[in-house]
């Protein structure tokens, strides 16, 4: 695993131990070298020395200045196309620059490439992408590994050490799982922290920003970086933005972790058990209380969230016309023949599949059994979630049911493979903060994930008892 | 059997997609499997439950009301596929 670092990085920048064009031609090297895992939708090395002339031309000080990062191509950015993984968007060029990217840009950053994905983040292992699958860079060769999904691409970023750090979103667990798949460190915070403003929308109720990173105190600093309020995102949070980094704190004594019974699941690998128990026996030497809780509807879960989300998602692509921006099919001999041609043709199967599935649960005479249905179960998850956390002060699970399955295994039945969100899925439908840090191997020496649930707002909570898992174990 | 030949494409005309019968007959069963799945939430008691549908406990904030300059026509046009004199350009509709 690479030992890269932002915070040593950081360091070594305003030492003049290194500078921001070595750097980054390290980092430039390597992405040509790993080409073939296909982690980058674009990638444009001028672009990239034009960002590095312009910063060596900068006398300012700014807090992540010359530090290389990759981008999910789901955020809108102004110097580089944006594709959501889609040939509907095959040759957009935003004209605005999405919130998050404009608070990296702001602090320095700059922008190594736009990361694939599943098409508009809809999968678990970023091979629903139109510009073909990422590998996930621990493959052994000639077993090539999913790296998860949706964010895979970002994921995998990190993981080749492609850049000091990657944004990406999660609605269902799309940075949790292929973090916990490629061996990095992925957030996602509490729903509101971060403006979804200039992300391509796919479930808007429960879309949110967040940072893969090489560890717990990279991730720290990044996501400050990110979060804060904006008024172009009506859910959009007003809450203060703590120093996650200077805050963070190992030391658990007198905390309280919650144990979720729910979450020990028939046909669960042994090794993910195990590893699930390890974490629990190192926070219980660390003087944390082991708290037994329930979320009775966490098996609920999976399918609410199959509901809402392709519901939202039938509504929030339905911009996708041929009209504005994107493709648009030749064969258009009428209005509708043009719609229904390019959206057949713009679109890739599972899109279409949730499309389909939206707008039956959405059309008359559905609406209540299944929409309504969903919502109302929502509010019992977040209530179970409410609860438990009157006992405890964060939650601990496994954060994916398998370790990286093979690239080229069918994942013919959607159901099957929605169940790779089982352990993340209930903190999105409750939008509540969680990581997932790596903690131990399977027995192939993949690497596993924990993660970590933490009240609303409450990062800081959940950063230090990932801090301290990972400084256990490192 | 809840999704039938007719309604699949009922949605699909719904959806704005246009499906070949290959496509149809696969969507018919990935949706029928699907909403067969889903059913399992009828176990669960709902009576007087308010359904959620923003989980942000933050209130909705306020803003001046004041026009403000954002994109220009010319930025909102630069992606149209197709366009005319300041404008998006569609096939004819009115005959």
Same mark, same amino acid.
């Given at each position: 695993?690479?030992?890269?670092?932002?915070?040593?990085?950081?360091?070594?920048?305003? #030492? /003049?131990?290194?500078?921001?064009?070595?750097?980054?031609?390290?980092?430039?090297?390597?992405?040509?070298?790993?080409?073939?895992?296909?982690?980058?939708?674009?990638?444009? $090395?001028?672009?990239?020395?034009?960002?590095?002339?312009?910063? &060596?031309?900068?006398?300012?000080?700014?807090?992540?200045?010359?530090?290389?990062?990759?981008?999910?191509?789901?955020? @809108?950015?102004?110097?580089?196309?944006?594709?959501?993984?889609?040939?509907?968007?095959?040759?957009? =060029? *935003?004209?605005?620059?999405?919130?998050?990217?404009?608070?990296?840009?702001? &602090?320095?950053?700059?922008?190594?490439?736009?990361?694939?994905?599943?098409?508009?983040?809809?999968?678990?292992?970023?091979?629903?992408?139109?510009?073909? =699958?990422?590998?996930?860079?621990?493959?052994?060769?000639?077993?090539?590994?999913?790296?998860?999904?949706?964010?895979?691409?970002?994921? %995998?970023?990190?993981?080749?050490?492609?850049?000091?750090?990657?944004?990406?979103?999660?609605?269902?667990?799309?940075?949790?799982?292929?973090?916990?798949?490629?061996?990095?460190?992925?957030?996602?915070?509490?729903?509101?922290? @971060?403006?979804?403003?200039?992300?391509?929308?796919?479930?808007?109720?429960?879309?949110?920003?967040?940072?893969?990173?090489?560890?717990?105190?990279? %991730?720290?600093?990044?996501?400050?970086?990110?979060?804060?309020?904006?008024?172009?995102?009506? #859910?959009?949070?007003?809450? =203060?933005? *703590?120093?996650?980094?200077? =805050?963070?704190?190992?030391?658990?004594?007198?905390?309280?972790?919650?144990?979720?019974?729910?979450?020990?699941?028939?046909?669960? *690998?042994?090794?993910?058990?195990?590893?699930?128990?390890?974490?629990?026996?190192?926070?219980?030497?660390?003087?944390?209380?082991?708290?037994?809780?329930?979320?009775?509807?966490?098996?609920?879960?999976?399918?609410?969230?199959?509901?809402?989300?392709?519901?939202?998602?039938?509504?929030?692509?339905?911009?996708?016309?041929?009209?504005?921006?994107?493709?648009?099919?030749?064969?258009? +001999?009428?209005? +509708?023949?043009?719609?229904?041609?390019?959206?057949?043709?713009?679109?890739?199967?599972?899109?279409?599949?949730?499309?389909?599935?939206?707008?039956?649960?959405?059309?008359?005479?559905?609406?209540?059994?299944?929409?309504?249905? %969903?919502?109302?179960?929502?509010?019992?998850?977040?209530?179970?979630?409410? /609860?438990?956390? /009157?006992? @405890?002060?964060?939650?601990?699970?496994?954060?994916?049911?398998?370790?990286?399955?093979?690239?080229?295994?069918?994942?013919?039945?959607?159901?099957?493979?929605?169940?790779?969100?089982?352990?993340?899925? *209930?903190?999105?439908?409750?939008?509540?903060?969680?990581?997932?840090?790596?903690?131990?191997?399977?027995?192939?020496?993949?690497?596993?994930?924990?993660?970590?649930?933490?009240?609303?707002?409450? $990062?800081?909570?959940?950063?230090?008892?990932?801090?301290?898992?990972?400084?256990?174990?490192? | 059997?809840?999704?039938?030949?007719?309604?699949?494409?009922?949605?699909?005309?719904?959806?704005?997609?246009?499906?070949?019968?290959?496509?149809?007959?696969?969507?018919?069963?990935?949706?029928?499997?699907?909403?067969?799945?889903?059913?399992?939430?009828?176990?669960?008691?709902?009576?007087?439950?308010?359904?959620?549908?923003?989980?942000?406990?933050?209130?909705?904030?306020?803003?001046?009301?004041?026009?403000?300059?954002?994109?220009?026509?010319?930025?909102?046009?630069?992606?149209?596929?197709?366009?005319?004199?300041?404008?998006?350009?569609?096939?004819?509709?009115?005959?």
């Amino acid at each position: 695993m690479s030992k890269s670092s932002l915070k040593q990085t950081l360091k070594d920048l305003e #030492t /003049k131990k290194i500078s921001i064009r070595e750097l980054n031609q390290d980092y430039l090297k390597r992405i040509k070298e790993k080409d073939n895992l296909n982690v980058f939708i674009h990638f444009n $090395e001028d672009n990239v020395l034009k960002q590095i002339d312009n910063l &060596e031309k900068d006398n300012s000080v700014k807090k992540l200045k010359g530090i290389p990062i990759a981008i999910k191509d789901l955020f @809108c950015t102004k110097s580089m196309p944006t594709t959501a993984a889609s040939k509907i968007l095959e040759n957009f =060029n *935003p004209t605005y620059e999405s919130f998050v990217t404009q608070k990296l840009l702001d &602090e320095g950053s700059i922008f190594v490439g736009k990361t694939n994905l599943d098409e508009f983040a809809m999968g678990s292992a970023t091979n629903t992408s139109f510009f073909g =699958n990422t590998i996930n860079p621990l493959s052994k060769e000639n077993e090539p590994l999913a790296p998860g999904g949706s964010s895979g691409g970002s994921a %995998a970023a990190v993981a080749a050490d492609l850049c000091l750090g990657a944004t990406g979103t999660d609605t269902g667990g799309s940075i949790r799982q292929p973090a916990s798949f490629c061996g990095v460190v992925g957030i996602k915070p509490t729903y509101g922290l @971060c403006s979804r403003w200039g992300i391509a929308a796919f479930a808007s109720s429960l879309d949110q920003a967040g940072i893969f990173s090489h560890n717990v105190e990279d %991730a720290s600093i990044l996501l400050q970086s990110i979060a804060g309020f904006d008024q172009r995102d009506s #859910t959009s949070a007003k809450v =203060n933005i *703590p120093n996650y980094f200077e =805050n963070l704190d190992d030391d658990l004594n007198g905390k309280t972790v919650g144990i979720p019974k729910e979450y020990s699941i028939d046909g669960t *690998p042994m090794e993910i058990s195990q590893i699930w128990e390890d974490a629990i026996k190192v926070l219980e030497k660390k003087g944390v209380k082991i708290k037994n809780i329930s979320l009775p509807h966490t098996k609920y879960a999976l399918p609410t969230y199959y509901i809402i989300a392709p519901a939202e998602a039938s509504s929030n692509l339905a911009r996708y016309d041929g009209v504005k921006y994107g493709f648009r099919s030749d064969e258009i +001999d009428s209005l +509708d023949e043009m719609y229904e041609n390019t959206r057949a043709q713009g679109f890739g199967r599972e899109v279409k599949r949730r499309i389909l599935i939206g707008t039956y649960v959405l059309s008359a005479g559905y609406y209540d059994a299944y929409y309504l249905k %969903a919502q109302k179960v929502r509010k019992l998850i977040a209530d179970d979630f409410n /609860k438990a956390f /009157k006992e @405890c002060d964060f939650i601990v699970t496994p954060t994916a049911p398998s370790a990286a399955f093979p690239l080229n295994e069918k994942q013919n039945d959607p159901i099957k493979m929605y169940l790779n969100d089982v352990f993340t899925v *209930p903190a999105s439908l409750a939008g509540l903060p969680g990581i997932s840090i790596p903690f131990g191997k399977d027995k192939n020496n993949l690497p596993l994930g924990i993660q970590i649930l933490g009240k609303h707002f409450d $990062e800081q909570q959940v950063f230090n008892a990932a801090v301290s898992l990972e400084r256990s174990y490192e | 059997m809840k999704i039938d030949k007719n309604t699949i494409n009922k949605i699909a005309r719904l959806s704005r997609i246009k499906l070949d019968d290959k496509e149809s007959e696969d969507y018919i069963k990935d949706l029928n499997s699907i909403l067969d799945w889903v059913e399992q939430l009828n176990e669960v008691n709902t009576e007087n439950v308010e359904p959620l549908s923003n989980i942000s406990s933050s209130i909705l904030p306020k803003r001046e009301d004041v026009s403000k300059d954002t994109n220009s026509s010319e930025e909102i046009l630069e992606n149209a596929p197709d366009k005319l004199e300041g404008f998006f350009a569609v096939p004819k509709v009115v005959e």
